[in-house]
């Protein structure tokens, strides 16, 4: 047995009869329930919606963490946090995400145990909603149980996939920049040291040379490899090399890399072991194929082009595998940079980001909030177009999300 703490917001004014719709917040690889849901809990206010968030397991730092809210006419309060990491390096430390991987001699399973258990602690906070959830002590229920839905953005929105696929009263899905295979991601992204350093870790090291120091024009860090695999549907791929040379990777790829192929068969062997908990295996479920007792609902996903966490490839696996190319809103991250060449290049999280201090980042938060919102509040039935609608379209063609496309 396991308590599992949550942190919710509720609407201001009158509530209605029967309590607030509420949607279930999954928060991103980098935060916890204490900090991502704060940046979209008055969006969804504004539209009569509450909501409530848990930490991912392995998240949150300790058990004994204590969470201190400030009240601008009252002395502040400190409750306990629910942390659900552990110190898995004995150190004496509990760090913010240090139980999210499976440690040696398990670090295959990687992050896969710990979003099953999430989204197991998920389907159990429905149930807790559905049997009454008073939160002012008054005698009747504070959130409406006919009318729950699901956000998540990033690793939230990689669980909330699984999660929506396997639980029927959730009623509406809505995903922002998720990404499929994990080791996929990893290795086209800006985390690809993550992998170097798995590849490092064996015995013998499966590290070889010159390794790939920049993948299609985005520099990366050590420990480099290069793995030599080519995209989808013979797209080229671009990589710099340690030794100063650059290399087009295009299938049919002859190989001719030394080391390559059993850098090959250990991704293999890392994807056959995440499938439990790989979005690109349940998105057939949430339309197509859905499981028995589990509706077909509406689902929301939203990426951004040239996403150096979730990088776009790994997008469109997402969407080809579900057949839910119609579902997906695109942020133009080229298109408000080439207007304001001070935003970030990476856009990942962009529907977090209302604390920048560039107005159009925050602008163009709020829009990409109020899409979700707008679509949770009406059950789904309504999809608005972001504003500034400039920087946003819908997915016309699903070969736009193979390329990498990153701003150089």
């Known amino acids: 047995m396991n308590a599992v703490y949550f942190n919710l917001f509720l609407p201001t004014g009158p509530e209605p009869a029967g309590g ?8 991103t690889s980098a935060s916890n329930k204490n900090d991502d849901p704060l940046h979209v809990a008055a969006s969804m206010a504004a539209h009569g ?10 998240y949150g730092f300790g058990p004994l963490s204590t969470l201190t809210v400030s009240q601008p006419a009252a002395a502040p309060v400190t ?4 942390g659900r990491s552990f110190d898995q390096n004995g150190d004496g430390l509990i ?4 139980g999210q991987f499976a440690a040696a001699p398990r670090t295959i ?15 159990q906070l429905v149930r807790v909603i559905q ?3 008073d939160v002012d002590g008054n005698g009747s229920p504070d959130l409406d149980p006919s009318r729950i839905s699901y956000s998540g953005v990033s690793l939230g929105a990689i669980l909330g996939t699984m999660f929506f696929a396997v639980e029927p009263a959730v009623r509406a899905g809505a995903f922002s920049v998720p990404s499929g295979s994990r080791v996929e991601a990893l290795r086209l992204g800006t985390r690809r040291d993550q992998v170097g350093a798995l590849l490092a870790a064996r015995t013998p090291s499966l590290i070889n040379a010159p390794g790939i120091t920049a993948v299609g024009g985005l520099v990366v860090a050590t420990p480099y490899f290069n793995e030599n695999m080519p995209l989808r549907d013979g797209l080229p791929l671009t990589v710099r090399l340690a030794d100063g040379t650059t290399e087009v990777i295009q299938s049919p790829v002859i190989n001719t890399v030394a080391g390559a192929m059993d850098i090959q068969e ?12 790989n979005p690109v295996a349940f998105a057939p479920h949430l339309r197509k194929d859905p499981l028995p007792g589990v509706p077909v609902r509406p689902v929301l996903f939203q990426f951004a082009i040239g996403d150096q966490i979730a990088p776009n490839p790994t997008n469109a696996a997402i969407l080809r595998a579900g057949d839910l190319a119609d579902r997906a809103t695109l942020y133009r991250n080229d ?13 990942h999280s962009f529907l977090l980001r209302i604390d920048s201090t560039d107005p159009l980042v925050r602008q163009i938060a709020f829009g990409a909030q109020e899409q979700f919102a707008t679509f949770l509040a009406s059950n789904g039935a309504v999809l608005i177009q972001p504003e500034p609608s400039l920087f946003f379209e819908d997915l016309i063609d699903l070969k736009r999300l193979e390329y990498l496309d990153y701003l150089p």
């Open 49 to 58: 919606i509450a909501t409530v968030s848990i930490n991912v397991a392995g």
């Open 79 to 82: 409750l306990p946090a629910g």
């Open 131 to 133: 049997v009454g959830m």
């Open 20 to 27: 607030w719709p509420v949607t279930i917040f999954g928060h």
């Open 335 to 347: 298109l408000a940079f080439t207007e304001d060449p001070t935003i970030p290049k990476n856009p």
């Open 266 to 277: 250990m991704f293999e062997n890392r994807e056959w072991v995440s499938q439990t908990a």
């Open 95 to 98: 760090g913010g995400t240090e």
């Open 109 to 123: 399973v990687g992050e896969t145990d710990a979003l099953r258990q999430t989204a197991a602690d998920l389907m």
